[in-house]
């Protein structure tokens, strides 16, 4: 099964590395705790999204949304 990648008309990158900083969490121990939930990341690829340069996968938003203890409303934010 394919999963549905998300485009980021919306700055999800941006959005993810503000509540990311904001929490005091680094990009390695945001990929850690994903990994560890079974989420398919890797740092390059979290770079990659924060730079707006890879669509992310509702697999992978799901996971940084329960790990940063936010919202869908904070990650897909106008800001």
Do not use: F, P, W
């Amino acid at each position: 099964m394919v999963e549905q990648k998300i485009k980021q008309d919306i700055c999800i990158g941006a959005n993810i590395r503000r509540i990311r900083k904001e929490n005091g969490v680094k990009q390695t121990e945001l990929v850690r705790l994903l990994q560890l939930n079974g989420i398919e990341m890797t740092r390059e690829s979290l770079v990659k999204i924060e730079r707006g340069a890879q669509h992310i996968q509702a697999s992978q938003l799901r996971g940084i949304r329960d790990a940063l203890k936010t919202s869908y409303d904070e990650l897909l934010a106008e800001k």
